[in-house]
């Protein structure tokens, strides 16, 4: 293990998103997450994560929430601090996009304000990671290029070497070595880092780990030790468990280390104090610290994964079945040739090991998108990979030949906006109807629901943050000995005025 000069470590947050999706399920509503954010934005972040198109459908769908209405308030009440969003090689996520949609999301992406994309290639194929770079780089958005560690027997150190040396010929804004199924140890740390480090020289380098074993934050000095300036982290209660280190903890450990940082954690307390707010009133589970888990480095299940399929299952009644469910992931990602797990594959390989244990028969069930993955549609290296035995199987029923009749092809925008369009209907409305279907969006914009959970009644900071989200609230003053608030929607001011 080698020393690193003492350095100043910048922190990059995923409270709101990573920590969102991982700890409470995409479930965080608009009115829970901007009250927050001008803390965030004032504490010393190098960007914050705040979206991703994969909790489109949770929100249009569940929450009767608009994805570019959250994302155009979170620039309000976030201006100074880049704003980035995490994506996949489609942003269907789960369907192949045709190319015109993914360039008109990055032009809306660029009007709104959006500085940075983190984006993912399931299998690091270098066409699709030079088609993202350049499709943000033509609107003026900054491309972060995930590396995403995976342990089977081909993702060895001299794989990630070689593609991080063919990465960083296409130049991104950055390289983050992502591990979303927390897979890392300080042992794989030590060996991996120093060999994407020697590719990438010139090309700043991220490290972006969970929590699930309880080897996040321990993983993540580590990393600090050999070199790595820049950091994912995210603020408690949406910090540790399967989510991101704590960017307490992290930064503590930074400074014993001899390293700077410049966060203001006073502001980063108020944010805990705010979201443990939401906790008391919405009954959302607080993040905490993991015991190791052996069983994990088998499933290798992401940490945004795991909540949702815990979530899906004991709605479903079977909760209980989720370390079955768990064994059989691993069998079925070594059957399909050990695809990364990470957004869309692992849940290709999590939906299709849920409906081999509950069909009872294995593949006797089959999803479109698994039989569009044996087919080659998402790559001939992940069809070959596939047991030859498993791919047949998948193959060999009536749905599967006519999907193969008909493989995705580049259509225009016109044909687009003709299918999906019409008189009065903007991009972004277009946009939302492709993601989550048109019936879904009308029913969300037709809602006639309350969006929050109500005010709360413990805390005075809980009180100024709901009413600075309460659209009935147009008008709100306290004045006592000490203490003049005022809360004045109509002067547009960026947020209430206390003195």
Request: net charge negative; hydrophobic share 35%; proline share 6%.
């Amino acid at each position: 293990m080698g020393a690193t000069n003492v350095s100043e470590i910048n922190f990059i947050d995923t409270t709101v998103r990573d920590g969102n999706q991982s700890l409470w399920a995409s479930g965080i509503r608009t009115s829970e997450m901007l009250p927050a954010l001008p803390n965030i934005d004032d504490a010393g972040f190098e960007a914050i994560e705040i979206h991703t198109p994969a909790i489109d459908k949770k929100m249009v769908r569940e929450l009767l929430e608009d994805p570019f209405k959250r994302l155009k308030l979170a620039r309000e009440c976030a201006p100074k601090t880049p704003l980035r969003i995490i994506r996949g090689r489609s942003l269907e996520s789960f369907q192949l996009s045709p190319q015109c949609i993914e360039k008109l999301w990055c032009e809306q992406m660029a009007a709104i304000g959006i500085s940075e994309f983190r984006t993912s290639d399931s299998s690091h194929t270098v066409a699709h990671w030079r088609r993202h770079i350049e499709m943000a780089r033509d609107v003026g958005i900054n491309t972060v290029v995930n590396l995403i560690f995976s342990i089977s027997p081909l993702h060895t150190d001299d794989y990630y070497a070689g593609k991080a040396k063919e990465l960083a010929k296409l130049k991104p804004y950055r390289i983050c070595i992502k591990d979303p199924g927390a897979l890392f140890t300080p042992e794989r740390v030590q060996t991996l880092v120093p060999r994407i480090l020697e590719h990438t020289k010139g090309i700043d380098v991220e490290f972006h780990t969970h929590c699930h074993t309880g080897l996040g934050g321990l993983c993540t000095i580590e990393a600090i030790k050999l070199g790595i300036t820049k950091v994912n982290t995210a603020i408690p209660p949406l910090a540790d468990g399967s989510g991101n280190p704590s960017v307490f903890e992290v930064a503590k450990n930074a400074r014993v280390l001899g390293h700077e940082t410049s966060l203001d954690e006073d502001k980063l307390r108020l944010v805990e104090a705010h979201f443990n707010d939401v906790v008391k009133r919405a009954g959302y589970p607080v993040g905490s610290p993991m015991p190791y888990d052996a069983a994990h480095y088998i499933h290798q299940v992401p940490g945004g994964m795991i909540s949702n399929l815990r979530f899906q299952l004991t709605k479903a009644g079977i909760g209980e079945r989720l370390p079955e469910v768990l064994n059989e992931i691993g069998r079925v990602r070594a059957e399909l040739g050990y695809p990364i797990m990470v957004t869309p594959y692992s849940q290709f390989v999590g939906s299709q090991a849920v409906m081999n244990i509950l069909s009872g028969e294995r593949y006797a069930t089959v999803s479109d998108e698994i039989i569009a993955y044996a087919l080659g549609y998402w790559g001939e290296h992940e069809c070959d990979a596939i047991d030859p035995h498993i791919r047949d199987r998948i193959l060999d029923r009536p749905r599967a030949r006519k999907l193969a009749q008909n493989p995705p092809e580049e259509v225009s925008l016109g044909e687009v906006r003709r299918v999906y369009g019409g008189n009065g209907v903007s991009d972004e409305e277009m946009l939302l109807r492709i993601f989550t279907g048109e019936a879904s969006v009308n029913a969300m914009r037709t809602a006639n629901i309350s969006q929050d959970r109500g005010p709360p009644t413990n805390s005075i900071t809980g009180l100024i943050n709901y009413l600075s989200t309460e659209d009935r609230v147009g008008y709100f003053a306290i004045q006592k000995s000490g203490l003049n608030l005022v809360l004045n929607k109509s002067a547009k001011t960026p947020g209430p005025d206390i003195n």
